[in-house]
């Protein structure tokens, strides 16, 4: 149980276009899921925590205008960079709660690697 | 002071040692604590949570939290190769936030 997929798991785009990643709970529902970046060999870096039905509350320094957070359903948040660039490169990582838990632990999709060209 | 401290490593242990993990947290409001570990090129995966003094076991994994310490710990016994990765401990606080560390490395030599 508890699993959590992320669609796509690779993509190439080229600078200016954007991106949706797709975030999804498979088999709970998740009223809190959030979204990291994760740059080789450094730690995780949160950066917004997105709630069913209402909007994201953004890291400080995250751009929300640039990376549109949407949490339409108990079970799919999706992350959309829009025109991206070079330095959007990274490893993004969705993680979701399931509802309920008293103790919030985080169950993590399997990330998407974004190289902008 | 980060709120979240491990030491980065690596850690090198032989196999079938114990592998013994550390965290320290600076919010004495913190509820539950976890461990994840990451191998390289992954994502994290929970490997167990504990929010009660005291020891908790899973399988060859023993979390353990001292609240008045601040300290919370993760031992693997009988440690495999395939125990080498990344270990990140995380908080989760009264006031709604997690928090991870930076992880610490950990290789177990065959």
């Known amino acids: 149980g508890a699993v959590v997929s992320q669609h796509p798991s690779r993509v190439i785009c080229k600078s200016g276009t954007s991106v949706k990643i797709e975030c999804r709970s498979l088999?709970?529902?998740?009223?809190?899921m959030f979204w990291y970046r994760q740059f080789p060999k450094k730690s995780l870096m949160l950066m917004a925590t997105?709630?069913?039905?209402?909007?994201?509350?953004?890291e400080q320094g995250v751009e929300k205008d640039k990376f549109l957070i949407n949490h339409a359903s108990l079970t799919l948040s999706t992350l959309t960079v829009t025109s991206a660039h070079p330095e959007d490169s990274s490893f993004y990582i969705c993680s979701a709660i399931p509802a309920g838990t008293t103790a919030y632990e985080q169950y993590f999709g399997p990330g998407t690697r974004l190289t902008v060209t | 002071q980060k709120e979240v401290e491990q030491n980065s490593g690596p850690l090198s242990v032989p196999e079938g040692a114990i592998a013994s993990l550390n965290c320290t947290y600076s919010?004495?409001?913190?509820?539950?604590f976890f461990w994840y570990r990451q191998y390289s090129g992954k994502s994290p995966e929970l490997i167990m949570f504990i929010y009660s003094n005291g020891d908790k076991e899973d399988g060859r994994f023993t979390a353990q939290l001292n609240k008045a310490s601040q300290y919370v710990s993760l031992l693997i016994r009988d440690s495999q190769p395939s125990d080498s990765a990344t270990y990140l401990c995380?908080?989760?606080?009264?006031?709604?936030?997690?928090?991870f560390g930076d992880g610490t490395t950990l290789t177990v030599k065959p």
């Open positions: 997105s709630n069913e039905g209402s909007k994201a509350t953004y």
């Open positions: 995380a908080i989760h606080t009264n006031a709604g936030k997690s928090t």
């Open positions: 919010d004495r409001g913190s509820q539950s």
């Open positions: 088999d709970f529902q998740a009223t809190t």
